[in-house]
């Protein structure tokens, strides 16, 4: 069993930025792949970064491309991700996931363990 606590959401203005955190606890930490997703208002919960710990292996959203930076730090059992110039589009609750598999999807149904969220609200 794993559980995930996230961090560091709020607000801020367009242009901006934010690093939230994912802090892991339970089984062994660095054998599941992890992952961000976002849900905004009224909309599906949607994969926005993806991190493997074998070879620091990244994925991203093609809508956070080259502003989001999704990177691990083991010895504290936390994964980060750096979201720069935001956009009021980014506003919505970011989670973290982890799956017992070793790679990374987009899909929700392959990640076996999800935090409970945390707040980021851009405003224009």
């Known amino acids: 069993q794993v559980q995930l606590v996230e961090s560091g959401g709020g607000l801020v203005q367009a242009g901006g930025s934010l690093r939230l955190s994912c802090v892991a606890s339970?089984?062994?930490?660095?054998?599941?792949?992890m992952a961000w997703f976002r849900q905004g208002p009224g909309n599906d919960r949607d994969f926005v970064a993806g991190?493997?710990?074998?070879?620091?292996?990244?994925q991203y959203a093609d809508s956070v491309k080259g502003r989001f930076t999704i990177s691990g730090e083991n010895a504290k059992n936390t994964v980060y991700l750096q979201m720069n110039s935001l956009k009021p589009e980014d506003t919505a609750v970011y989670y973290c996931?982890?799956?017992?598999?070793?790679?990374?999807?987009?899909?929700?149904?392959?990640?076996?363990?999800w935090g409970q969220g945390t707040q980021v609200t851009v405003s224009s």
């Open positions: 339970g089984r062994t930490f660095s054998t599941y792949a």
């Open positions: 996931a982890a799956t017992k598999a070793m790679t990374t999807t987009s899909y929700r149904s392959w990640y076996d363990y």
């Open positions: 991190f493997t710990w074998s070879g620091g292996r990244t």
